[in-house]
């Protein structure tokens, strides 16, 4: 067998693996899904106010909720004004930085599963440990809000 022919062998059984493996597609789906967070937040501009998506529940009760302003301050953020990024809202460092370290995990976590196939359900163990750790840090805020009345 040709060095080729090995690559496109790999290359084929690890497309294989991503479709198949329902860990590896919740993984590449969510690395995808962030990703797009971030190209959004840094396509769209706070200067221009140009975000196609709008806050539904400030829509219709005028009121701002936990999470208006998350999106000028993700695109502050990825352009490196904290400062201003922090008075848009005061939550969105914790959470962009959620995204980033979730990022990070989908692909770290994924090439372990890949690696080390005797850790798996250690592995994906620990990652949903460290996930819902780190979710509830950052998003504790936007918990708190939701249930603010109870």
């Known amino acids: 067998m040709t060095l080729s022919t090995q690559t496109i062998d790999i290359s084929s059984n690890l497309k294989h693996r991503l479709i198949t493996e ?6 590449t789906a969510l690395a995808g899904v962030l990703l797009l967070v971030f190209f959004y937040s840094a396509f769209f501009s706070p200067e221009k106010d140009n975000y196609p998506v709008v806050c ?7 009121e701002a909720c936990a999470s208006c302003g998350l999106s000028h301050s993700f695109s502050l953020i990825m352009k490196g004004k904290f400062s201003e990024a922090y008075l848009w809202n005061k939550n969105g460092m914790r959470v962009f930085i959620f995204f980033a370290v979730q990022l990070a995990m989908r692909i770290v976590f994924s090439v372990l599963y890949l690696k080390h196939p005797e850790t798996v359900r250690k592995l994906i163990m620990y990652d949903t440990a460290a996930s819902l750790t780190i979710f509830l840090i950052a998003f504790m805020p936007f918990i708190r809000w939701i249930f603010r009345f109870l």
């Open 56 to 62: 539904i529940h400030e829509k219709l009760t005028g």
């Open 22 to 27: 329902p860990y590896l597609s919740v993984n």
